[in-house]
Each structure stands twice: as structure tokens, then as C-alpha cells.
Nanobody
Framework: QLQLVESGGGLVQPGGSLRLSCAASRFTLDYYAIGWFRQAPGKEREGVAC????????VYADSVKGRFTISRDNANNTVYLQMNSLKPEDTAVYYC?????????????????????WGQGTQVTVSS
């Protein structure tokens, strides 16, 4: 069973930055597409950014385009989400997810339906 661990969340002021990390144990992430998702209280989990196993395809939610960047470091078996210009509406629990078969991502959709392995989440709070 692929195990994913998120880290890097915390409290940040509006306009600030955070970098989230998603690390895997027991398996190499080389052959997995990775997605970052978030869930705010009372809302559904939504896709933030997804990256294909090769890294050639990246998909972002409209709300984070130009502010967030997803990247992968296969040598360290880690995927990152760099978050800049954070806004209070970015406050949520952020989850990373992985799967080897992601048909929706091929159509440039970053959907929870593509991903079967999930981390426990890390809280991001943007507040002054």
C-alpha cells in the first residue's frame, strides 16, 4: 500500500508563501501521477494541481493559476506544491494523492476520481 505524507502546512499572513511536500514511503513515485487537493470546512474536496508521472502535464485550478506551482523531485521521491500570494480563501486542509492510472488527467482534469492513494492532509491557514 502506497503511503503518502504531507508536510509544510501552517499559519501564514495574506500575501505570504508556503511550500507543501508530499513524500512517499515503500514505493517510488516515478510511475505515479500526483494530485494536490484541498477541503475547506463545509465544502467538497477540490482539485488544486495535478502532475503526470512524466511531469510533462500539469493542471491547475483556475483559482490558483499563476500563484501555485506543482513540481516533482523523483530523486527525493517527493512532490511539492509551492504556494505564493496566499489568500484567506486558500485556507483548507491540503491532501496529496497518487495513482498510476489517471484517465481524467489525460483530458486535463484534476479530479479526485482519478486517485486511489491519499495522505492524511496538512492544514493551511491564511489569516492576519
Amino acid at each position: 500500500q502506497l503511503q503518502l505524507v504531507e508536510s509544510g502546512g501552517g499559519l501564514v499572513q495574506p500575501g505570504g508563501s508556503l511550500r507543501l511536500s508530499c513524500a512517499a514511503s515503500r514505493f517510488t513515485l516515478d510511475y505515479y501521477a500526483i494530485g494536490w487537493f484541498r477541503q475547506a470546512p463545509g465544502k467538497e474536496r477540490e482539485g488544486v494541481a495535478c502532475i503526470s508521472s512524466s511531469g510533462r502535464t500539469t493542471v491547475y485550478a483556475d483559482s490558483v493559476k499563476g500563484r501555485f506551482t506543482i513540481s516533482r523531485d523523483n530523486a527525493n521521491n517527493t512532490v511539492y506544491l509551492q504556494m505564493n500570494s496566499l489568500k484567506p480563501e486558500d485556507t483548507a486542509v491540503y491532501y496529496c494523492a497518487a495513482d498510476r492510472h489517471t484517465p481524467l488527467l489525460q483530458f486535463r482534469l484534476c479530479s479526485t476520481r482519478d486517485f486511489g492513494s491519499w495522505g492524511q492532509g496538512t492544514q493551511v491557514t491564511v489569516s492576519s
